[in-house]
């Protein structure tokens, strides 16, 4: 029998838009189509996550843009790193999970050398 949790219910509902909409606008209606500028004249070759910078003064992302925005897998190991080390990880009031590290200064170099 079927579940009826939130999780459930919501997966099912995403895997028959995914199957059923081949775009991701039509699959994501409420996102904003403008969000990103449209660049045409660009045809450099990037690295691969390498072109991943930082958020900080930039708008949250659209639900399109989160979809495809993807930690680069080759960071995986610094992420267990940084948690295992002295970080941790939890949500803040609008429901994002956020990085936190707390560092003393004598061990600055080697969080500047990681980030």
């Known amino acids: 029998s079927p579940s009826f949790s939130k999780r459930d219910m919501t997966s099912r509902v995403i895997s028959d838009m995914i199957d059923n909409e081949p775009s991701l606008l039509k699959r994501l209606p409420g996102s904003n189509k403008k969000y990103l500028p449209s660049n045409t004249s660009c045809k ?22 989160r979809y495809m925005v993807e930690i680069p897998s080759n960071l995986n190991s610094i992420k267990v790193g940084l948690l295992l080390f002295d970080g941790w990880l939890f949500k803040n009031n609008a ?9 003393s200064m004598f061990n600055s170099t080697f969080v500047f050398y990681v980030f």
């Open 44 to 65: 450099d070759i990037v690295i691969y996550g390498s072109n991943l910078g930082t958020t900080v003064n930039y708008p949250p992302y659209t639900s399109i843009v």
């Open 95 to 103: 429901g994002n999970t956020l990085l936190g590290l707390k560092q």
